[in-house]
Structure formats: C-alpha cells, structure tokens
C-alpha cells in the first residue's frame, strides 16, 4: 500500500483511470520513483494518464498488454523541449528503465516484462 502522506507532489487521484471506472492500481514503486524525480527535475509534472481499466486502454487505442493496465506507466506532459529535457534527466537518473518520447508526452513505465533499459523517439 501506497503512504500517500508521504509522496509530497502527486495526489493519489492524478493516477485513477480517467475513464471514470474508478480504477487505481498504480504500482508504489512508480510512485515513489515519480515523486523523487519530480523533487529533482523541480518542475510540475503533469500526468495525462495513469491507470487505465481494460475498456479505456482500448478506447484510447493502448496495446493490449499496457503497462497502463497493469499500474506501471505515466504519461507525463511535455509543453516545451527545456521541460522534456528536464522530466526525462530527471527519470532516467530516478532509474526508470523504459521511457517512450512523444512529441507532447513522455511514456515512461517500470513494465520490466517488456524490453528495458530502453530510450525510444515514438514517430
Ligand atoms: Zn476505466
């Protein structure tokens, strides 16, 4: 169980599915690791996406095996370069070992059944 009371930047609802299904089964590692590489990178970060049930990774067109679905991954919101820059030092150091680049997000997750350590620039 995650001590919300003690990860100082992120609430607990910024990782419910946003389907409205009320699913929120975010990993505590993620968090913990999330919550120490906002602390660095000393930036908002803003999570677009979080946990998602079955229904909605399909909705949004998520591969069946989403570490979404799984409470392994965040989409994180990128509205500049400097601000991608930041973020994505920041999980690296952390030690997150799967990070997907977008041009407006960032994928990252601790899925580590899928192919990791990797850094991949999604077209
Ligand atoms: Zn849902």
């Known amino acids: 169980m995650i001590d919300w009371l003690m990860v100082e930047h992120f609430k607990k609802e910024e990782f419910t599915c946003k389907c409205g299904c009320g699913?929120?089964?975010?990993?505590?590692?993620?968090?913990?690791?999330l919550d120490t590489a906002r602390q660095w990178a000393n930036i908002p970060f803003?999570?677009?996406?979080?946990?998602r049930c079955k229904k909605h990774n399909k909705d949004v067109g998520?591969?069946?095996?989403?570490?979404?679905t799984k409470g392994l991954?965040?989409?994180?919101?990128?509205?500049?370069?400097?601000?991608?820059?930041?973020?994505?030092?920041?999980?690296?150091?952390?030690?997150?070992?799967r990070v997907l680049l977008y041009d407006t997000f960032i994928h990252c997750d601790m899925d580590l059944s899928k192919p990791n350590p990797i850094l991949i620039i999604m077209k």
């Open 46 to 51: 803003k999570i677009n996406c979080g946990c």
């Open 23 to 33: 699913l929120n089964n975010i990993n505590d590692d993620v968090v913990y690791m």
């Open 62 to 68: 998520g591969v069946t095996d989403s570490a979404h």
């Open 73 to 97: 991954a965040v989409d994180i919101s990128t509205p500049s370069d400097s601000v991608r820059f930041s973020i994505v030092s920041a999980l690296l150091k952390v030690g997150f070992k």
